[in-house]
């Protein structure tokens, strides 16, 4: 079964940082691709990064030189470090399983998600 666990979400004032963790388990590193994306109530899902075991990933031009993502295949868990955080950027985070791989739209290629992690970022 595949199962994804995010963890690192909370409250931030603009300007600083969090870093989102996501534990997974039921698959092999190189069945999917990891990517987190963000989906406020009755609104569709924003792609946020994604990331494959071959080092390919994807972002969202919102986050290009403030987010990054990373992965430790011995943990089984990939990581979204988030800088220079903004208000817009507040909303529920979750971690998937991407059977596409990293490419465009792939957020609409969900294997699998977890149940989510509040980022809030105060002006």
């Known amino acids: 079964e595949v199962k994804l666990v995010e963890s690192g979400g909370g409250l931030v004032q603009a300007g600083g940082s969090l870093r989102l963790s996501c534990a997974a388990s039921g698959f092999s590193w190189d069945d999917f691709a990891i990517g987190w994306f963000r989906q406020d109530p009755g609104k569709e899902r924003e792609g946020i990064y994604c990331?494959?075991?071959?080092?390919?990933?994807n972002s969202a031009d919102s986050v290009k030189g403030r987010f990054t993502i990373s992965s430790d295949s011995a943990k089984s868990t990939v990581y979204l470090q988030m800088n220079s955080l903004k208000p817009e950027d507040s909303g529920v985070y979750y971690c998937?399983?991407?059977?596409?791989?990293?490419?465009?739209?792939?957020?609409?290629?969900?294997?699998?998600r977890g149940q989510g992690t509040v980022v809030t970022v105060s002006s």
């Open positions: 990331i494959y075991s071959d080092g390919s990933t």
């Open positions: 998937a399983a991407v059977y596409s791989g990293c490419i465009p739209g792939w957020v609409r290629a969900l294997e699998a």
